[in-house]
């Protein structure tokens, strides 16, 4: 059992990270205008985060049919529930913060001459949905094929990359759309979604 439920929790993995990929793959190319403004300390942050991943990814279990934690069939099920709806929300929350960015998605923190502040879809929830997915599917990724202590470590390089990444983002965001902004991030958390309650009109 511990064997059938391990290699569907690799399956469902492996999906997730076909799907995450699809939600950039197919995304509307637009021509993309002048950046007005860029933080370069965000590229630190990407290196941080890879380096995280690279951690995690390259200490696998082994056997690999050997549950995370080491514990028994019914936290192997655990783990295959979790690992699904990690996966799941990550591939929607991919796809739709990358269809709602649209020309301003980029790898690098920057904003555009003509940027838009985006509330809509996953934005909703998160105000940076596609780090929430990235966090998400590491530790999916681990559920399913790694060691404990490999995503201790991981984990602890990609959210101080992502703090990076996100602090700049934020300070840029901030310098254009001002109170706009910051009443935005008063009532949507940064990472860690919750659903809307009352009042989910978005700006």
Request: charged letters at 15%.
């Amino acid at each position: 059992m511990n064997e059938l439920l391990s290699r569907a929790t690799v399956a469902v993995v492996i999906a997730g990270w076909i799907g995450f990929s699809i939600g950039f793959a197919l995304r509307r190319r637009q021509p993309r205008g002048p950046a007005a403004r860029r933080d370069w300390p965000s590229l630190g942050g990407i290196a941080l985060q890879m380096a995280g991943y690279a951690i995690t990814w390259s200490v696998q279990r082994r056997p690999i049919e050997r549950p995370f934690l080491g514990r028994g069939v019914g936290w192997q099920a655990a783990f295959l529930v979790l690992t699904v709806a990690l996966s799941a929300w990550s591939v929607w929350a991919v796809a739709g913060a990358v269809r709602a960015l649209g020309k301003q998605w980029s790898l690098q923190a920057r904003v555009l001459a003509d940027h838009e502040m985006v509330t809509s879809g996953p934005f909703q929830q998160v105000r940076h949905p596609i780090y929430s997915a990235m966090i998400a599917m590491l530790i999916a990724t681990a559920l399913a094929i790694g060691e404990w202590h490999a995503l201790a470590a991981g984990l602890a390089l990609v959210l101080l990359g992502t703090w990076l990444r996100v602090r700049g983002e934020e300070r840029l965001l901030r310098g254009v759309f001002g109170a706009r902004y910051d009443e935005y991030a008063a009532r949507v958390p940064a990472l860690v979604p919750r659903w809307p309650r009352g009042d989910s009109r978005v700006g």
